[in-house]
């Protein structure tokens, strides 16, 4: 059975481009250690909630965009054994350079694929 990483995040619009080149980079190197697929999502119909909202989870401010993304794996072996290289690779370095987001505000898990279709 596969599994999946998954996170919500918020881009500042004038970083869209930055955080495509920067998921564009981390995903080839995600692939080169097993990952399946990966999505990323930049917000269109994200409505404000009331209660909660995509938006009041990574608390949105007015010149973002929310974005969320997933990432298919094989088994949890794999992934597991992935991120320990991807977190080794010297290409995953950010070498002074700015992330495009705030990753203070990042939500992310991974999840057992309970119904696939």
Excluded at 2 to 29: I, T
Excluded at 36 to 60: H, I, N, Y
Aim: contains cysteine; proline residues 5%; glycine residues 8%.
């Amino acid at each position: 059975m596969s599994y999946v990483d998954g996170f919500v995040l918020a881009v500042p619009n004038a970083k869209k481009d930055s955080y495509r080149a920067h998921a564009e980079k981390a995903g080839a190197v995600f692939k080169e250690y097993g990952m399946l697929q990966m999505f990323e999502c930049w917000g269109d119909d994200v409505p404000e909630g009331k209660l909660t909202s995509f938006r009041m989870a990574v608390k949105q401010e007015e010149d973002e965009t929310v974005v969320f993304s997933w990432i298919t794996w094989p088994p949890k072996e794999v992934r597991d054994e992935g991120w320990k290289k991807i977190m080794e690779d010297p290409r995953m370095k950010m070498d002074g350079q700015e992330m495009p987001f705030d990753g203070k505000r990042m939500i992310y898990g991974g999840f057992k694929v309970l119904v696939q279709i």
